[in-house]
């Protein structure tokens, strides 16, 4: 039997199927070259499909890697879930409630110091550990918290030469050693001619309050500052000469020592630069000073047992160090690590090509320019932060958001309860008095005196001096007669000068400071004073006397910590100061990375979030490291 030989293909046949074996192949690499490194979570085809390297989990429908749990480990074929679940790192979840993939597979919820993190329809919210309670994006004690007292925003006002406090929800006062509480202020009973020797005790005009005693003069190595005798190498209020006084911090006490003014900061509490931190908490000072943590887009920075970590606002989840909406950010759509393709936005945790009616694509998202204030009005326009507020945007113009106890008044937010210039309401300023200062207290006008000088029906008199106050606020001298001691006479004793029916001191007293009528001007926050015939002014609560203006260094940016020391703003921030250290508060859409403000959506050293370079010819794109 004849055998026929075998048909050979064309060498023309082979090299046809060659080329189309070639361009599949091709096809699925340019393919696969589009999209991102992982297809973890996206959609299968129609049929079911997914690109080489991944299988199609049947009851979610998305694509799972080969090998993984979801696609079933040693062949035995995927995991299968409820309806209502997906399969994140191989466990079936419910992405509306779990905290650890929620809204997405990987979107963790991280909760405030002293909160517990909570899921609820897919957006991370948080709920506080008793006894704290929710004020904005913290948890605080109420009951305890001196910033927060009674009520959230209810702040304790700081007292010269103490500290505020805050028990069962009601404000008070701790003094400082040697001083003692008052009616609210600390006072120095050695020297406070207001207070000398006990509360209460008023020294008369042309007298000094000498060790506790009211005195004609002051006794060997004392110096008369004012009606005061004080030691002007040890004296916080008067160190180095009459009315220099020291800084007051927070969370310490003053010290002059050899004239020099230092702190001394309370247990647990260690001095940086001029203020005492908690380098266990402070995200400023974390671990040691000048440590400052990074603070993500949409998170704040946190410093627990001195390690810096953050967390992430109400409807943002951790992804990796960055704080996410997975149903809007196209570096992690619908999830931590999905990447939309090139040209790709992400809406609704889903990736699309275009946004939908009335939003425009910004840094790869879809935003509403007249709400976003990380692009505002444009995608261009970062709203700026301020000062113990968030950034908003209106109808496409930048506003104030202040913070729980502090309201918008022209671009700022102030506490309505103590600004003497915003009390009450904005801009009711309170009006000024003689021989005193105007001050708000719980939102209502009311004024604080010099040394020395009464509240007489909104007036500062010296009762000690004046005719028509002598003694007391009502009680008036017969014509032709003068006060002196708080009592009425028919001339001034030695010592002091008849200026108008008054005896007073012409070296003390400030409304006849070294003249008869030559009256002392104040200042915003501080009362005048007269020393040797010489007018002052003495600064009102924790503030400072600095260039003739009365201060707060603990939150002044021009003057952070100690007279002059401004707070530097980078680009695309706000200088802030708090408790006497210098901080910033970064742009809208901006994210604190060592030091300075970025946008993680575009740049090359921080992209997505900080500290993550683009390497090679790759550039940062909606968050994502991208070959051009």
């Excluded at 993190?117 to 009951?143: A, S």
């Excluded at 400023?284 to 943590?293: D, Q, T």
Aim: with cysteine; glycine share 14%; aromatic share 2%.
């Amino acid at each position: 039997m004849r055998v026929e030989p075998a048909v050979r293909p064309s060498t023309r046949t082979i090299v046809r199927a060659l080329v189309a074996l070639l361009a599949a192949w091709l096809g699925a690499v340019a393919c696969q070259g589009s999209l991102s490194e992982s297809l973890e979570g996206k959609a299968c085809t129609a049929a079911g499909e997914c690109l080489p390297g991944y299988v199609c989990e049947r009851k979610t429908n998305v694509c799972v890697a080969e090998g993984s749990e979801a696609a079933g480990a040693g062949g035995q074929g995927p995991v299968v879930c409820d309806e209502g679940e997906t399969v994140c790192s191989g466990t079936c979840v419910v992405l509306a409630t779990s905290k650890d993939h929620c809204g997405g597979c990987g979107a963790r919820c991280t909760p405030p110091p002293n909160g517990d993190p909570t899921c609820v329809n897919g957006r991370c919210k948080f709920t506080c550990v008793d006894p704290y309670e929710p004020c904005g994006d913290v948890c605080v004690e109420l009951e305890g918290d001196s910033e927060n007292c009674g009520a959230c925003g209810n702040h304790c006002p700081m007292p010269a030469n103490g500290a505020p406090t805050c028990i069962d929800g009601t404000c008070g006062v701790e003094c400082d050693a040697p001083y003692t509480n008052c009616d609210g202020s600390c006072a120095d009973t050695a020297n406070d001619p207001d207070n000398c020797g006990k509360c209460g005790t008023v020294c008369a005009s042309g007298k000094v309050c000498n060790r506790g005693t009211c005195s004609n003069e002051c006794s060997g190595g004392l110096t008369k500052c004012g009606s005061s005798c004080v030691d002007v190498t040890t004296s916080a209020e008067n160190c180095g000469g009459c009315g220099d006084a020291c800084p007051m911090p927070v969370s310490g006490s003053r010290v002059c020592a050899g004239s020099e003014c230092s702190i001394k900061c309370d247990k647990g509490f260690e001095a940086c630069g001029s203020g005492c931190v908690s380098t266990a908490s402070n995200p400023k000072h974390c671990g040691e000073c000048g440590n400052v943590c990074d603070a993500p887009t949409n998170g704040s920075a946190t410093c627990k047992e001195g390690s810096c970590g953050f967390s992430c606002a109400e409807g943002y989840a951790s992804c990796g160090g960055a704080c996410i909406d997975t149903q809007t950010s196209s570096a992690h759509c619908g999830g931590c690590d999905q990447p939309c393709g090139s040209g790709e936005v992400c809406h609704d945790g889903a990736c699309s090509t275009t946004c939908p009616g009335g939003r425009d694509v910004c840094d790869g998202s879809c935003v509403d320019t007249g709400t976003d204030p990380a692009h505002c009005g444009d995608c261009a326009t970062a709203c700026p932060a301020p000062a113990n507020g968030v950034a908003a945007c209106e109808a496409g113009d930048c506003v104030a958001q202040c913070g729980s106890g502090y309201t918008e008044c022209d671009g700022a937010c102030v506490t309505l309860d103590a600004d003497a210039q915003n009390c009450g309401s904005c801009r009711h300023a309170c009006p000024g008095v003689d021989n005193g200062a105007a001050v708000c207290v719980a939102k209502q006008c009311d004024i604080a005196c010099s040394t020395g000088y009464t509240d007489c029906d909104g007036s500062c008199v010296n009762t000690t001096t004046d005719a028509s106050h002598c003694g007391d606020c009502k009680k008036v001298c017969d014509k032709g007669m003068v006060c002196a001691d708080g009592g009425c006479t028919v001339s001034c004793p030695s010592g002091t000068t008849d200026c108008g029916y008054a005896c007073v001191s012409l070296e003390s007293d400030p409304a006849n400071c070294g003249a008869c009528g030559k009256a002392c001007a104040g200042a915003a926050g501080g009362v005048p004073t007269c020393m040797a015939g010489t007018c002052g002014i003495d600064c009102l609560g924790s503030t400072t006397a600095c260039s003739g203006e009365c201060l707060d260094l603990q939150t002044d940016v021009a003057h952070c910590g100690t007279c002059g020391n401004a707070c530097p703003a980078p680009a695309h921030s706000t200088a802030l100061c708090a408790g006497g250290s210098c901080g910033v508060a970064c742009d809208a859409g901006y994210s604190l990375c060592n030091g300075a403000c970025v946008n993680t959506a575009t740049d090359d050293k921080n992209c997505g979030r900080c500290n993550v370079p683009c390497n090679g010819n790759r550039h940062c794109v909606a968050g994502s490291c991208t070959k051009p």
